[in-house]
């Protein structure tokens, strides 16, 4: 079974940092793409960073230099280091995984998300 375990977030005030870690497990067939997606009151859920196995990291436009996205394969963990934290960064923030399938492409599995919020 499938399993994507959160840690991570809290309250902090503006131009503090947070870092989130996620720890996938439940599936031998690998792990394409990791990464978070985030979700404030009202609005659709985005894309905030999210790294392939071979640690190639695609950022959102919000949160390029200040934001770093990392990778440990062999564990199957994603970690996402958030500096220069904004109130705009409040959010349900999101683990996503897209797994190999063993019948041939990709499966996404999502955590159960993380409260981040930034107070200014």
């Known amino acids: 079974q499938v399993q994507l375990v959160e840690s991570g977030g809290g309250l902090v005030q503006a131009g503090g940092s947070l870092r989130l870690s996620c720890a996938a497990s439940?599936?031998?067939?690998?792990?394409?793409?990791m990464g978070w997606y985030r979700q404030a009151p009202g609005k659709q859920r985005e894309l905030v960073a999210v790294?392939?196995?071979?640690?190639?990291?695609r950022y959102a436009d919000s949160v390029k230099g200040r934001f770093t996205i990392s990778r440990d394969n062999a564990a199957n963990t994603v970690t996402l280091q958030m500096n220069s934290l904004k109130p705009e960064d409040t959010a349900v923030y999101f683990c996503?995984?897209?797994?190999?399938?063993?019948?041939?492409?990709?499966?996404?599995?999502w955590g159960q998300g993380t409260q981040v919020t930034v107070s200014s």
């Open positions: 996503n995984a897209d797994f190999y399938s063993p019948y041939g492409g990709l499966q996404g599995y």
């Open positions: 439940g599936n031998e067939f690998g792990i394409h793409e």
């Open positions: 790294i392939t196995s071979g640690r190639s990291p």
